[in-house]
C-alpha cells in the first residue's frame, strides 16, 4: 500500500467522525506585556508558565514555539506569583493572598482551592517540593509554610524574619535552603526549624544551587554571585561580569546559566567559578527552566526565547501580540494584517501565526497587490507596497487633523483615509500623503470597495456615503433605518450588507435585517447567499439567503472578549479581540490544501495545529503518533499530515531525514531565504559552499521545480511559479533543509 493510499484511509476515518460545533481557537494567547514569571519545563517539548502581571498560566507541548492559556480563573486576589509541576498533569501554583491551586489535568482545572490562613501571611511568592508530599511556601512577608500531603494542607513554621522569600532549594529531604533580601536559611531537619546563616553586608540573593550538603552557589541584586564549600557556613564572592541583577538560576552538571534585568543572560561551565555574559537586547529575563539534555526556555515580557544548547546559543521562539489591535485586513489567503494603536501585527500563513509589524492605527486595508495603508489618531498614516513586510510614514508635517477609523489603498502611495471626530469625511491623497483633498461627511468607521472605483461608507449618524470615482467625491445616500453601523461588507456595486442591513440595489435603499447581533463588528459575505455576523462578544450567525434570515449562535460568544474585526479567509473566519487576542474559526476546509511545518526541539520534531496530527516515519503511520511532537529515536524520513476542522486534510510535511538518532533537517538554522513572498528571483543563502540539489514542491507535494548549486548565496528565478505557497528543500549529500516561501 502507498503512502497516499495509507493517508487516505487514515483521513477518510477523520473525515467521518462527527462534525464538532464550530467555536473560536486562541492562536495568540500571549501579549507583549504578560510578565513571563515563573518557568518549568517537563522535557523538552512540554513546559508550563504562569504570567505574574496579568494572571495567566500557560503551556507549550512543542517546545516553547506555541502556547496554550489554560484555565485562568484563579479568584479575586488570586494572581499567580510561583509555579511548581511534578509532571505534565499534576501541579501546583502559589498565589496572591494566601492562595494555593492545585491541579491533576495540566491546569485545564483546578482541584479544591487552598488559603492558608489564620496568620496575617501577604502574599505566596516561592514554592518548592523535594517529593510528591513534602513541600513549602514562601511569602512577602517572610513567613514559611509546610505540607505534608502535596499542598492540601499547610502548617506554619519558624523562620525569623519579615522579608520576602525568593527561593528554597533542598539537597535532599531533609537539607534545605531558602533566600530572602538579605538574608540565607538553612534548615537540617525537613524544614521544621530555620536558622540564619552569615552573608556579606546588604546581599540580596535571588536563587541558589547546591551540588551537594557542601557546595552551593547563589546569584542576586547587582549581579552577585556568591559561592560556598562548606554547606552556606561561610560565603565568598566570585567575580561577576555583570552588574545588573539577576533573577533565576538555573543548573545541569557544571554548566549555570542565570538571567535578569536589562537582557543581561550570565553562563559558567566550570561550576560557577568563571562566567561570561550575554547581551541581545533590552528586555528584562524573568525566568529560565532547563531539561537535562539542555532544552531550555526564558521568559521576558512578552517573549519567549529557546536554547538547544543549555545557554550557549538562544532564538525567538514566540512573541507575544500587542494588546491594543484594532481593525485587520487580509491581500489573500495566506497574508494580512491587523493594525494596532502603537504596534500591529503580520501573517503569511492564513492567520496560524502573527509577528510584529509597524501597521499603527485604527484603520487597516491591504490589496492584493501589496499596496496597503493605516491610520490612526492624530492623523497618523502609513503606507507599503509589500504586504507591511516594510512600512513608511506619511509626513507628519500634513497629516489630516482627524481621527483616522478607516483606510482605503489604490496604489502605494493613493490612498484614502476616513474619520472624525473633528473635521470628519474623507480625505485621499495620491503622493503618499505629502498632500490631501478633504471631502466632508459624518465620522466614517468603515469603507469598502467592491470595484477599483465604487466604495461605499458608513458611520457614526445614519448616512451612507458612496463614490463611484475612487473617492474624489462622495454621495450622500441618506439615511439608514438605524444609526451608527461600524462595518459594511459588499459583494459587488448593488449588493451589500451592514451589520443591521442589506442592500439589493447600490445602496439606494435598505432593509432591516433581524437576527444580527446589535453588537457586530464584522460582516462578510463568501458568495451571494452565505454570509457570517460576528459580535463584539464572539458570538457569530450565519446566513444562507442572503442576510434575510441568520443561524444564530453559529460560533458561541468568547467568555469576557471584546472583538474588534473579523475576516474570513480560505475557509476560516478570524477574529481580533481585547488585550491582543486573535482567534481563528474554521467553518470551511481551504481550497488548496496547506503544508504543515516541521520544527526541530533537541531530539524532537515537532509541528503545530488545532487539529488531529498523525506522523508518519519511511511512509508508515507511527503507532500513537498523534502528538504534536514525535521523539526521533530511529533513522528513517519522518513526515506529518494533519487534519483541521471539518476533515480539512493538509498535503504531507516536508520529508525530515533522521541518520542514526540525529535530526538532519534544520529549517531555520543556516538556510535563509529573501524576498518571502518572491515575485521573481528566491535568493537562497547557506553557510557551506557543497554542492546542492534544490528541490521546489507545491502544497499538493509535487515537484515544480529543480536545480542544483555549489555556491553560498544563490538566485533561484521563480517567475515561472504559479502565485501560492511552496516549500524549497535543499539536499547537501544526507542532509536535507526546507522552508516555505510565497511567491507572489
Known amino acids: 500500500m502507498t503512502l497516499r493510499s495509507k493517508l487516505l484511509g487514515i483521513l477518510l476515518g477523520a473525515i467521518a467522525l462527527p462534525v464538532q460545533a464550530q467555536q473560536w481557537q486562541l492562536v495568540a494567547p500571549i501579549r507583549d506585556d504578560d510578565r513571563m514569571g515563573d518557568m518549568k519545563m517537563i522535557d523538552p517539548v512540554t513546559g508550563f508558565m504562569i504570567d505574574d502581571q496579568h494572571g495567566g498560566i500557560f503551556s507549550t507541548r512543542d517546545g516553547g514555539m506555541h502556547w496554550d492559556r489554560k484555565a ?3 479568584g479575586a486576589g488570586g494572581m499567580p506569583r510561583a509555579l511548581w509541576m511534578w509532571d505534565a498533569q499534576r501541579g501546583v501554583i502559589a498565589a496572591n493572598n494566601g492562595k494555593i491551586y492545585r491541579t491533576s489535568d495540566g491546569f485545564d482545572s483546578f ?8 496568620v496575617t501571611i501577604g502574599n505566596c511568592t516561592a514554592i518548592h517540593f523535594v517529593n510528591d508530599t513534602l513541600g513549602f511556601v514562601g511569602t512577602s512577608t517572610g513567613k514559611i509554610f509546610r505540607t505534608e ?17 525568593e527561593r528554597f532549594f533542598f539537597v535532599d529531604d531533609q537539607l534545605g535552603f531558602a533566600v530572602a533580601a538579605q538574608y540565607i536559611l538553612r534548615s537540617t531537619d525537613g524544614g521544621s526549624t530555620w536558622e540564619q546563616l552569615p552573608t556579606p553586608e546588604l546581599v540580596n540573593i535571588k536563587d541558589l544551587h547546591f551540588w551537594d550538603a557542601l557546595n552551593g552557589i547563589g546569584v542576586g541584586a547587582v549581579g552577585v554571585i556568591l559561592r560556598t564549600v562548606d554547606g552556606g557556613d561561610t560565603w565568598s564572592s566570585i567575580t561577576s561580569p555583570t552588574t545588573y541583577t539577576m533573577n533565576d538560576l538555573e543548573v545541569q552538571g557544571n554548566t549555570l546559566v542565570a538571567c535578569g534585568a536589562l537582557s543581561r543572560v550570565i553562563r559558567s561551565t566550570d561550576a560557577g567559578a568563571t562566567w561570561t555574559v550575554q547581551t541581545s537586547d533590552n528586555r528584562e529575563r524573568h ?3 532547563f531539561t537535562p539534555a539542555g532544552v531550555g526556555l526564558m521568559g521576558a515580557s512578552g517573549y519567549i526565547y529557546r536554547s538547544l544548547d543549555m ?22 489567503d495566506q497574508i494580512g494584517v491587523v493594525a494596532g494603536s502603537t504596534e500591529g501585527v503580520r501573517t503569511i500563513d492564513g492567520g496560524r501565526h502573527w509577528v510584529a509589524s509597524d501597521v499603527i492605527g485604527l484603520g487597516v486595508h491591504l490589496r492584493p497587490d501589496g499596496a496597503g495603508s493605516s491610520g490612526g489618531g492624530l492623523g497618523v498614516n502609513t503606507h507599503t507596497s509589500d504586504f507591511y513586510a516594510t512600512v513608511q510614514n506619511g509626513p507628519s508635517g500634513s497629516r489630516p487633523q482627524v481621527v483616522i477609523r478607516c483606510t482605503q489603498s489604490f496604489s502605494p502611495t493613493t490612498y484614502i483615509v476616513a474619520g472624525g471626530n473633528l473635521n470628519g469625511g474623507f480625505y485621499r491623497t495620491t503622493n503618499g500623503g505629502s498632500s490631501w483633498t478633504y471631502t466632508p461627511a459624518g465620522n466614517p468607521y468603515d469603507m469598502y470597495f467592491p470595484t477599483e472605483t465604487t466604495g461605499y461608507a458608513v458611520g457614526e449618524g445614519t448616512s451612507v456615503y458612496k463614490t463611484t470615482d475612487a473617492g474624489i467625491t462622495w454621495t450622500d445616500l441618506g439615511p439608514l433605518v438605524s444609526a451608527g453601523q461600524v462595518t459594511l461588507f459588499f459583494l459587488d456595486e448593488q449588493r451589500g450588507w451592514t451589520g443591521l442591513h442589506r442592500t439589493t440595489d447600490g445602496g439606494q435603499t435598505w432593509t432591516l435585517m433581524s437576527g444580527t447581533p446589535q453588537s457586530t463588528v464584522a460582516i462578510i459575505f463568501t458568495d451571494a447567499d452565505t454570509g457570517y455576523a460576528v459580535a463584539s462578544s464572539g458570538q457569530t450567525v450565519r446566513s444562507v439567503d442572503g442576510g434575510i434570515t441568520w443561524e444564530n449562535n453559529y460560533i458561541s460568544e468568547v467568555p469576557n472578549a471584546s472583538f474588534s474585526d473579523a475576516a474570513f479567509v480560505d475557509g476560516t473566519l478570524i477574529g481580533v479581540a481585547n488585550g491582543g487576542d486573535i482567534f481563528r474559526a474554521q467553518i470551511g476546509c481551504p481550497e488548496t490544501a496547506f503544508v504543515p511545518a516541521i520544527q526541530q526541539v533537541g531530539s524532537y520534531l515537532c509541528t503545530y495545529t488545532f487539529g488531529t496530527v498523525q506522523w508518519f516515519l519511511n511512509g508508515e503511520p507511527i503507532p500513537d503518533g498523534n502528538d504534536l511532537c514525535v521523539e526521533a529515536t530511529e533513522a528513517g524520513n519522518y513526515n506529518v499530515v494533519v487534519t483541521e476542522g471539518p476533515g480539512c486534510v493538509s498535503a504531507p510535511s516536508a520529508t525530515v531525514q533522521v541518520i542514526g538518532t540525529e535530526v538532519g533537517t534544520n529549517t531555520i538554522e543556516d538556510l535563509r531565504i529573501a524576498p518571502n513572498p518572491a515575485k521573481e528571483v528566491l535568493r537562497i543563502a547557506r553557510s557551506q559552499g557543497t554542492v546542492a540539489d534544490i528541490s521546489v514542491y507545491d502544497t499538493q507535494g509535487r515537484s515544480v521545480m529543480i536545480d542544483r548549486t555549489s555556491d553560498t548565496s544563490y538566485n533561484l528565478d521563480v517567475r515561472a511559479l504559479k502565485p501560492g505557497m511552496y516549500v524549497i528543500r535543499i539536499r547537501t549529500g544526507n542532509r536535507v533543509q526546507s522552508a516555505r516561501f510565497m511567491k507572489e
Do not use: E, K
Open 72 to 74: 485562568n480563573n484563579l
Open 111 to 118: 482541584l479544591p482551592l487552598v488559603t492558608i490562613i489564620g
Open 149 to 165: 500531603d502535596a499542598g492540601l494542607t499547610w502548617t506554619l513554621q519558624n523562620s525569623g524574619i519579615t522579608a520576602q522569600l
Open 287 to 289: 525566568s529560565l527552566s
Open 311 to 332: 545557554g550557549a546559543t538562544w532564538n525567538i521562539v514566540h512573541v507575544g501580540t500587542p494588546n491594543s489591535l484594532t481593525r485587520m485586513s487580509f491581500a489573500n
